[in-house]
């Protein structure tokens, strides 16, 4: 699902108006008529509202929105803020049509303003300003926001809760943006929306089909997309009746300092859930009864030294290789990483410690192979590019080393991102918060060495990793709920995961 700009919105409303064709004002109504299903399915009719609508076709929504809803039996307050003079067309004809229906409270709000008492058991319809928002709100419509934010009534905002903008909020004043129960969103997903900093003012999130053009839709170059489940079946590899383990990849794994055993352990039970037919993981020797122990079918390839990883191996005979997890950083495993990126010409993985110490040698970025892959969480991130004040920042960034490096960074999160070469962005539609645990990022990185080695191109294996990753959370949550899951819970549904996308 491709994810669009404020002014690819703004195209894409004007393509489905002159190829539909359709007029405005219509398709307004269907959004509206959209809006008000959506609230009458969560809210009583017996609950008050207060609309509050700004001068441009938020505010024209929103004035639709309150008409539909007095039709139905609700019991509706609007507010209309022309403090310049100017409306827009769409929102001066819903106007005229709110007014037509002598509707009892309606006032429009020119110079001053005496705002109702909003209280519990209240709605507020928030359609102030939607995605085409480019600065900051100020002023009086700051002082409303604050003012309805502070009441205990609940809001729904159309679009996008009013003073958050579509795209970047870096510097943007976050006191005044609404704090919704529910944003009701139209058409698909805003990209701020994808930003955990930007939760706060979300609420639920529901996104309402109101009928865009498909054709505009293909015709729009989006930079973002999010993956949904049809995205990623296609890509499966098929396993051919007559294979053998030589024939299905032999992946390498480096991992492990002494006490960080767990992390080797699960990378590697991911790894070979994931498909591949041989794995090596080169750990230090004092791993090495762990490792027997907890993952049989892993063959050992022991360091000389006893409790970190300290020089570089051959890779002539492996499809791919994954390193990092549980490594350490101290500076003579360091060198040794260096040299094994430099060595290594199969497709890598590159986490955990081996991104913190990439970290801690900058100079180290101009050796690093095409193709890599990264997997940093933000706080790895930050340590390889400098603090970012947000995820905007931070995924902007993410995007630049992309391109700079030629390879691939997988921001993890929420929404994971996957920022490609080309520069296009990809957001994970799967996983939930009870994957917030130790291990996770070892079991992805698992994930991800398994698909290479079984095959699958670098991209291919990014997308379909870090969707079955989330989906294997998500199997084991339904059934274990987000305060117990743990990350071998990941390893151990993976399998219904590879079934679930296999299934249809």
């Avoid at 005496?114 to 480019?134: C, I, K, R, Y």
């Avoid at 999130?205 to 729009?220: C, Y």
């Avoid at 480096?254 to 591949?276: E, F, H, N, P, Q």
Wanted: with cysteine; hydrophobic share 40%.
């Amino acid at each position: 699902m491709k994810i669009f700009t404020g002014v690819q919105i703004h195209e894409l409303d004007k393509f489905t108006i002159e190829n539909e064709p359709v007029k405005s004002i219509d398709l307004m109504e269907r959004a509206a008529k959209a809006l008000t299903d959506a609230i009458f399915r969560r809210w009583e009719v017996s609950v008050p509202v207060v609309v509050f609508a700004g001068p441009g076709n938020n505010g024209g929504d929103a004035l639709a929105v309150s008409r539909l809803l007095q039709e139905r039996g609700y019991v509706v307050q609007t507010y209309l803020f022309n403090i310049s003079g100017h409306l827009s067309e769409d929102c001066a004809q819903n106007k005229k049509r709110l007014v037509e229906k002598k509707s009892k409270a309606f006032t429009e709000v020119t110079q001053e303003f005496d705002p109702p008492q909003l209280g519990e058991g209240m709605l507020v319809v928030d359609g102030l300003f939607g995605s085409g928002l480019n600065k900051p709100l100020s002023g009086g419509f700051a002082s409303l926001v604050k003012y309805i934010n502070a009441s205990k009534a609940e809001v729904v905002s159309i679009d996008i809760p009013s003073g958050l903008m579509t795209e970047e909020n870096t510097y943007n004043i976050r006191t005044n943006i609404i704090h919704a129960t529910l944003t009701l969103t139209l058409g698909q997903r805003k990209l701020a929306m994808f930003f955990a900093e930007n939760q706060q003012y979300l609420g639920d999130i529901q996104v309402l089909d109101i009928g865009l053009s498909r054709e505009g839709m293909e015709k729009v170059d989006a930079q973002y997309t999010m993956l949904e489940e049809n995205d990623v079946r296609p890509l499966l590899l098929s396993r051919n009746p007559f294979a053998h383990k030589g024939a299905m990849g032999q992946a390498l794994l480096i991992a492990g300092s002494y006490g960080m055993a767990g992390a080797a352990v699960l990378a590697a039970k991911a790894c070979l859930r994931s498909g591949t037919g041989k794995l090596t993981v080169h750990t230090p020797k004092k791993n090495v009864q762990i490792l027997q122990v907890a993952v049989p079918e892993a063959i050992l390839h022991i360091d000389r030294e006893e409790t970190q990883f300290n020089e570089p191996v051959d890779t002539d005979d492996y499809g791919a290789m994954g390193i990092g997890p549980g490594l350490g950083t101290t500076e003579q495993t360091a060198i040794a990483m260096i040299a094994q990126l430099r060595r290594t010409q199969c497709p890598i993985v590159c986490d955990a410690d081996a991104i913190n110490m990439l970290a801690n040698h900058r100079a180290w970025f101009q050796q690093l192979p095409q193709g890599i892959i990264l997997t940093p969480h933000p706080k790895e991130f930050d340590r390889l590019e400098g603090h970012c004040t947000d995820s905007f920042e931070r995924l902007s960034k993410a995007r630049e080393l992309a391109e700079s490096i030629q390879g691939y960074v997988m921001l993890k999160g929420h929404h994971s991102a996957l920022c490609c070469p080309d520069g296009h962005i990809v957001f994970n539609s799967t996983g939930n918060a009870g994957m917030a645990t130790a291990g996770s990022g070892d079991v992805l990185t698992g994930i991800l060495l398994g698909l290479l080695a079984r095959g699958y191109d670098r991209q291919s294996a990014c997308i379909v990793g870090m969707y079955l990753h989330g989906l294997a959370g998500d199997l084991a949550v339904a059934d274990l709920g987000e305060e117990s899951l743990i990350a071998s819970d990941l390893v151990n549904y993976l399998p219904k995961a590879f079934c679930k996308l296999r299934s249809k």
